[in-house]
């Protein structure tokens, strides 16, 4: 089992900066994808960015160049960092991991841009 846990989130205004981290416990040795998934009221869940164990990265076109994914294998923790944040951000983003092709989802954070 996998254990995730992310503290982070908040309310920011439009164009501002939060950053999520999401730190895994537990069964973590195989671990492969480390990501963030986001859900806004009335729409499905979508996946934000990405970054494999090799470092290969994989953004939706909505956040390109103001998000940056980034993971510290030794702390197993995975952040993102998100810039020039608009109100269409705003979702509640969830940490999702992989690991020996199982699923393991974080509690989820809210992130609130006001405009």
């Known amino acids: 089992q996998v254990q995730l846990v992310e503290p982070g989130g908040g309310l920011v205004q439009a164009g501002g900066s939060l950053r999520l981290s999401c730190a895994a416990s537990g069964s973590i040795f195989g671990i492969n994808f480390m990501g963030w998934y986001r859900q806004a009221p009335g729409k499905q869940r979508e996946l934000v960015a990405a970054?494999?164990?090799?470092?290969?990265?994989n953004y939706a076109d909505s956040v390109k160049g103001r998000f940056t994914i980034s993971r510290d294998n030794a702390k197993n923790t995975v952040y993102l960092q998100m810039n020039s944040l608009k109100p269409e951000d705003t979702a509640v983003y969830y940490c999702?991991?992989?690991?020996?092709?199982?699923?393991?989802w974080g509690q989820g954070t809210q992130v609130t841009v006001s405009s």
């Open positions: 970054v494999t164990s090799s470092g290969s990265t």
């Open positions: 999702n991991v992989v690991r020996i092709n199982t699923d393991y």
